[in-house]
């Protein structure tokens, strides 16, 4: 009797362990049909559509959680975002520089280009209000294949310090910086009506892109191997370029 008793605690444990755990992957991957973490419409871990509260916060990584502020928050200065956005940049390489230094309401967004080839290497934010400084969620996370998940970024965890991007070997990318921006258009005319698609910067393993309709009022980035559509749902409203 006893060891059918031990037996019943034992499989009830484990049928708890593996339904906590189904809902912690739903938690982190969103629900299907919504895109989950691919697309970034879910409830997933990377953010979501803006509304959406995940792992992260519903205002990109290194907001408070749920997005609380207290009504006297002010956001740190422009001067301190770039120095801070500086100092995280050079974690990628030595011969690196920043690029688009935009502002949006919830974050900082900038773009690590190396120097010597002028190609995008990652995306990051700097939190506007906490001034945290992290790489960007969602596809500079997971289609990243050098300093993604995929290229060893996040070798010591998924928050943890940065390793020098590795090339992991790939095919060749199916779609092009002009095909991908064609897809872009094709995706916006009817998530925004009016709108179009703007400048655009290729980095390993896909291309983010600004839309809008008069002016930049978001971004995007098309996956370069399966063309998905990932918009950046964790910005807020755009307030304009650093230059």
Not at 76 to 96: H, N, P, T
Not at 144 to 154: A, I, L, P, S, Y
Request: proline letters at 5%.
């Amino acid at each position: 009797m006893k060891k059918t008793s031990n037996q019943l605690l034992i499989g009830t444990g484990l049928l708890l362990f593996g339904l906590i755990g189904s809902v912690f992957a739903q938690s982190m991957m969103g629900q299907p049909g919504n895109g989950g973490m691919r697309q970034g419409n879910g409830q997933g871990m990377m953010g979501g559509n803006g509304a959406s509260v995940g792992m992260m916060g519903d205002n990109g990584m290194g907001s408070t959680m749920m997005g609380l502020y207290a009504p006297s928050s002010r956001p740190i200065s422009q001067d301190e975002a770039r120095r801070r956005a500086q100092g995280f940049a050079g974690r990628y390489s030595a011969q690196v520089k920043i690029r688009d230094f935009m502002v949006f309401a919830e974050n900082d967004y900038f773009q690590v280009v190396d120097v010597a080839t002028g190609a995008g290497l990652a995306e990051v934010l700097v939190n506007r209000y906490t001034g945290v400084v992290q790489p960007e969620p969602g596809p500079n996370m997971l289609w990243n294949t050098r300093f993604g998940m995929q290229g060893g970024q996040f070798g010591n965890g998924m928050m943890g310090g940065l390793n020098q991007g590795r090339q992991v070997p790939v095919a060749p990318a199916r779609y092009t910086q002009t095909a991908a921006q064609k897809l872009a258009s094709t995706f916006v005319a009817g998530y925004l009506p009016g709108s179009k698609v703007f400048e655009g910067m290729p980095f390993p393993g896909y291309y983010t892109f600004d839309y809008g309709r008069k002016a930049t009022e978001g971004m995007l980035s098309i996956n370069a191997f399966t063309g998905e559509v990932w918009v950046h749902g964790w910005h807020g409203a755009y307030l304009g370029e650093v230059k």
